[in-house]
Nanobody
Framework: QVQLVESGGGLVQAGGSLRLSCAAS????????MGWFRQAPGKEREFIATITKSGDSTYYADSVLGRFTITRDNAKNTVYLQMNSLKPEDTAVYYCGARWHSWGLTTNEYKYWGQGTQVTVSS
């Protein structure tokens, strides 16, 4: 069982930056690949980024490649999403997910989810 809590969302102007955090409970955090997804109003939840359980590999959606960076600190049971050069179209609720062992690119591959944190980018 893993419980996830996201934080760090807020209102930012276009071109600005935010850093999201996702804190996980439990002693087996290092056994889970982690992912970030987002959901805009009226749209399906979409994949943003994922990181292996060790943190040695990452993968990004084309829409955020070069602007967002996913990292993790297994000693702190936390995964991060650094978001730079934000655009109004990045406005969404951002969720982190945990998947045992290997990473995934779709929502149905993740068993555990946080409650989400709102990111709003103004133009």
């Amino acid at each position: 069982q893993v419980q996830l809590v996201e934080s760090g969302g807020g209102l930012v102007q276009a071109g600005g930056s935010l850093r999201l955090s996702c804190a996980a409970s439990g002693r087996t955090f290092s056994g889970y690949a982690m992912g970030w997804f987002r959901q805009a109003p009226g749209k399906e939840r979409e994949f943003i980024a994922t990181i292996t359980k060790s943190g040695d590999s990452t993968y990004y959606a084309d829409s955020v490649l070069g602007r967002f960076t996913i990292t993790r600190d297994n000693a702190k049971n936390t995964v991060y999403l650094q978001m730079n050069s934000l655009k109004p179209e990045d406005t969404a609720v951002y969720y982190c997910g945990a998947r045992w062992h290997s990473w995934g690119l779709t929502t149905n591959e993740y068993k555990y989810w946080g409650q989400g944190t709102q990111v709003t980018v103004s133009s």
